[in-house]
């Protein structure tokens, strides 16, 4: 009976593994060909919502957003609350009936929100880098979507560190402009499409006249201000 016994916890346990191992590689692939962060979040949306079937969900990070489909004006006022607990608190907050749940005390009409909202911090490092709200008329699998959601941040943290690498390679780091290389591209590009077009072109320069000797009497520091 003893030998059974651990036989069968040993099944269950491989087939919980092998089962997470499936669900995280349907999730690679639908996230594999995430181009940017955008295209990442509208992914992760999407397989997640099919996934589990869920009503819909609601994730930012980085400054960017995604939604399954836009909410009611009810569901909003609730979406902001949600949001505000998790800035506060970093801490997941499960809300198992929204009509009388006491976060959400004094918003109208609840009845058309759905009745089961999670709220989920995203954490890299201990960091808060984004949020998700997840809605439901059915109890939630926290568990496969936290698994998707540890997975995703990854995914986030390595397109972000890209879009920085790609951001600093066409940028001057002292006036957060466009660098020398990337005004020519961006010009190129411009001038080719209003030729193409017939539109008129016009080019506009600016000079700091006696920059060098602002730079010599106050310093460099005083004129990195400056620029």
Known sequence: ??????????????????????????????AAHSRDLEHALYSTVQFIVHKFKINNMFIYSFGKQARYFDLPEPALLAEQRVIAHLRDSKSTLFIQNAASDFLLQGIKDLDTVPKCIIGIPLLSAREAIGHTILYSDHPIPIEGISEVLYEFVSVLSRLAEYAKVQHSAVTDTLTGLNNRSELVKKTDDLLKDLSSRNEPISVLMIDADNFKKYNDTNGHPAGDKLL
Do not use: W
């Open 1 to 30: 009976i003893q030998h059974a016994t651990i036989a069968g916890r040993n099944a269950h346990f491989l087939s919980e593994s092998l089962n997470r191992a499936k669900l995280l590689l349907e999730f690679s692939h639908a």
